[in-house]
């Protein structure tokens, strides 16, 4: 039996729970709102997916700016995640555009580091015009990569635009958000609600075959949301707001007469996912939201050079509807209100970098944390980005991702390195094609073949094919002393087919031959770099010549070895190898014959390349400078131990290819370029179009209309060219001429000019 004491503590204690439930769901509902879940002030917005095309989305934000409409949550897909969760996580629109318009898309979707920045050792191949796709040879056979274009650069892209912000939960953002992403072996859509933003937006953006997936933390494998939900409407309907405004950037379907390719096929495949899931979202809609879809036709999924004029598409769509939209306005004072919740983020100060995962092929945690270690207290995120590219840069590494996680009141920067998937033995594929009217058509098949990292110093095996006019094998042993020295040992053997045409004054072939160059060097040198190599060494080349027509056999020269010391010098810091826009280039080679070697010339050759490119506005200049040949040549030995020659397009256009030979060479050029207009990213780049300023000269020319041989005069040539960055290289259509020559169109496909 309960005393009136035990009654009133009972009473007490009932009291006190109610109270502290109350209390509880006030706390709940204090925190919603503050959280910004539910209810919402403003209205939700839900941003599509539709690659170079969501660059609409910032002109609808701002036209809501301008209609002073407030924005209670946002989600998004592949490029409305990036949008949408660049601007809930506070960045003012006006820095939005200021780093969209800063961005060098071409360099961010070409899936390579800046090429000034890569070691000579990775990129002394990139005037051989082989197809930008690597293969790995395993044991079980080719291997291609899991996409077509790196992700790296655009992983450091979008850790600078979200300034690396994780959080608990993406409700704590200014503006709250959800990112989606499709789980690539259920097809289900995944959606971000916490952690690493630029993690949850580059999920969203992996656009199968593209840009490579994303693994999770559950192992899954992780793509472009829009497969699953384009249009993420119950992401945001009646969960974070009543009234949702939903801006549909897709592409539209094709009609049946307009699909006429495979690459058609495939793109209305795709489109056909997206239309289908966007339409079961768009059932979740009332009469209090609204669609906004902005007219892009002429741009396409891949037109991120036209971002500009994307986003004034999708302002003008915003503006149509601005009587619908005004709607949801507020007055100044509660949009003035809105706006100060967004607080502007920044970029973090890094404390500390550690690196995580198991030694493999390539990694060695203490070491790439080594690499990666900085001397001061703490520095920018932005120096320590600077450092992962550099590694990056050697080629050894699919990606080199990192999180920033605060560790005890310390930003802590993780890296997780990715090692290459298709190493350590790599193939790559390409050909050659020049034609000149009138004259022959020249085709070379390129192979090459790199075993990387072969010993624990860093020792790599090469491997070169030509198959074609031009006939070479190659291969060379390159040692460095230890890992990661710049100084370095190379043996290489070699066999290559030249050949040595004779004009006549109407040019008119006379006589061709062949020449059989066995070759052998023994080198040692320094790596310099991201700059270049110097070597010095010894070499041995014994030529055999033969003659392609039956009826000259006399005519034939003799053969010769020559045999002595060599050294080269390299210095590559243009940008891009095909179109450089900025940078310059050197190459000097000078061989030195040694007759108590075994040699039976005696002579000092060289060869030097001289080249220098800079951009003004949207025209590209280009100026070469080439001059090769022999000095103190014996009387007794004849001009063909070391022809030189010129002609063929943009070496002398209007002159058929190495028409004009002598005992040394010199030409400069000066080229003018810029690009028209854009090519899909699935054919290439860009198209281009140029002239050409060329003069050159021969000194000891032979002709066989000549009794001896000459000097030429000071030759002027030029051309004009149409030409395009094609995945198998760049290819020219062009037209030139030359004094003494004639006008000769050129159809010429490589970058070796």
Not at 638 to 651: E, I, M, T
Request: proline share 5%.
């Amino acid at each position: 039996m309960l005393t009136n004491n035990n009654r009133w503590n009972r009473r007490q204690w009932l009291v006190s729970l109610l109270l502290l439930g109350v209390l509880s769901q006030t706390a709940r509902a204090d925190g919603a709102e503050a959280l910004g879940t539910y209810p919402p002030q403003g209205v939700g917005l839900v941003l599509g997916g539709g690659g170079a095309r969501g660059f609409a989305h910032l002109g609808v934000l701002k036209e809501l700016e301008r209609l002073r409409i407030p924005i209670a949550c946002i989600a998004g897909t592949s490029a409305g995640a990036l949008i949408g969760g660049i601007y809930a996580n506070g960045l003012p629109l006006a820095q939005m555009e200021h780093e969209f318009n800063a961005a060098d898309w071409d360099a961010l979707l070409s899936g390579k580091p800046t090429r000034a920045d890569v070691p000579y050792d990775r990129k002394r191949d990139d005037y051989k015009n082989y197809l930008d796709v690597t293969f790995g040879l395993k044991k079980d056979g080719l291997k291609v990569p899991r996409s077509a274009i790196n992700s790296q650069e655009i992983e450091l892209y979008i850790h600078k635009l979200t300034r690396d912000r994780v959080v608990g939960s993406f409700d704590q953002l200014p503006i709250p958000f959800r990112a989606v992403a499709t789980d690539l072996a259920t097809g289900e859509p995944v959606v971000f609600s916490q952690g690493s933003l630029a993690r949850a937006l580059r999920a969203s953006m992996a656009v199968p075959g593209l840009f490579d997936l994303i693994e999770d933390d559950d192992g899954r494998l992780l793509v472009d949301g829009g497969l699953a939900r384009n249009l993420p409407i119950q992401d945001v309907k009646g969960r974070c707001a009543d009234r949702v405004i939903v801006v549909d950037v897709s592409t539209p379907l094709m009609k049946a007469k307009e699909i006429n390719s495979l690459f058609d096929v495939v793109a209305q495949t795709s489109n056909l996912m997206v239309s289908r899931n966007a339409k079961e979202q768009l059932r979740k809609l009332d009469k209090r939201d609204l669609v906004i879809k902005p007219d892009l036709s002429g741009y396409t999924a891949a037109s991120f050079s036209e971002h500009q004029a994307i986003t004034q598409r999708g302002e003008e769509a915003a503006k149509t509807l601005a009587k619908q939209l005004s709607a949801y306005s507020v007055s100044e004072e509660e949009y003035a209100a809105w706006k100060r919740r967004l607080e502007r983020p920044h970029f973090p100060l890094i404390d500390k970098i550690q690196v995580e995962g198991k030694p493999g092929q390539f990694t060695k945690p203490e070491q790439l944390a080594k690499s990666l270690a900085f001397s001061s207290v703490v520095e920018p995120i932005s120096s320590a980005q600077s450092r992962l590219r550099g590694v990056f840069a050697g080629g050894d590494y699919d990606r080199l991702t990192y999180r920033v996680d605060n560790v005890s009141g310390r930003n802590v920067m993780t890296v997780a390195p990715l090692e290459r998937s298709i190493g350590p033995n790599f193939l790559r594929f390409g050909l050659n094609l020049s034609s000149a009217t009138p004259g022959e058509s020249n085709f070379n098949f390129l192979a090459s073949h790199e075993w990387r990292n072969a010993n624990s110093a860093g020792g790599a095996w090469r491997n070169d094919v030509s198959i074609g006019q031009n006939k070479l094998i190659k291969t060379e042993w390159y040692q460095p002393l230890y890992e990661g020295s710049p100084v370095f040992g190379a043996a290489s053997l070699g066999y290559r087919q030249d050949f040595l045409s004779i004009y006549n004054a109407d040019h008119t072939l006379n006589m061709e031959w062949n020449n059989d160059v066995g070759s052998l060097r023994l080198d040692g040198g320094v790596a310099l770099g991201r700059y270049g190599e110097w070597r010095i060494g010894a070499y041995r080349d014994d030529n055999h010549f033969g003659s392609r027509v039956s009826w000259a056999p006399g005519l034939v020269p003799p053969n010769y070895r020559d045999t002595g010391i060599g050294t080269s010098l390299v210095v590559d810091q243009f940008d891009n190898p095909r179109w450089p826009r900025a940078g310059y280039f050197f190459s000097g080679h000078l061989t030195k014959s040694i007759p108590s070697w075994g040699s039976d010339v005696n002579l000092t050759s060289y060869n030097t390349t001289l080249e220098y490119a800079k951009t003004l506005g949207s025209v590209t200049m280009r100026l070469s400078a080439k001059n090769k040949g022999a000095l103190n040549r014996g009387r007794n030995e004849n001009f063909l131990v070391v022809p030189r020659a010129l002609g063929g397009f943009l070496n002398l256009s209007g002159y058929q290819d190495s028409e004009l030979v002598g005992e040394r060479s010199s030409l400069f050029r000066s080229m003018l370029y810029w690009r028209a207009s854009s090519l899909p990213s699935a054919i290439g780049s860009g198209v281009y179009a140029g002239v050409s300023m060329e003069l050159g000269k021969i000194w000891g020319r032979v002709s066989f209309d000549e009794s001896v041989s000459q000097d030429t005069d000071w030759i002027p040539a030029g051309s004009v060219f149409l030409a395009a960055d094609t995945i198998i290289g760049p290819f020219f259509v062009g037209v030139g001429t030359a004094k003494g020559g004639k006008p000769t169109a050129y159809l010429y496909l490589g970058s070796d000019y």
